[in-house]
């Protein structure tokens, strides 16, 4: 799976599934989940019932990504 473009990062609603923030910092499945389950994945995981949330707006700043690129007054 090809990773995400910075308008299709920016359109993510305000937490996604561990695979969906995998992939926006250009990750794997396998790698994604390896690094979740030894407590290494490059942002902070939210653990809902048995599932990681990744929030999004730390996927946003860890990649460096400002929103207000490319807009004019």
């Excluded at 910075?6 to 992939?23: F, H, I, K, Q, Y």
């Excluded at 250009?26 to 048995?50: C, D, S």
């Amino acid at each position: 799976m090809a990773s995400m473009t910075r308008d299709e990062v920016l359109a993510l609603p305000a937490t996604v599934d561990l695979v969906t923030g995998g992939r926006a910092l250009g990750m794997g499945e396998t790698k994604t989940r390896e690094l979740a389950r030894a407590g290494q994945f490059p942002v902070r995981l939210l653990r809902v019932g048995n599932r990681y949330r990744v929030v999004t707006a730390e996927l946003i700043a860890l990649l460096g990504i400002s929103e207000d690129l490319g807009r004019t007054a």
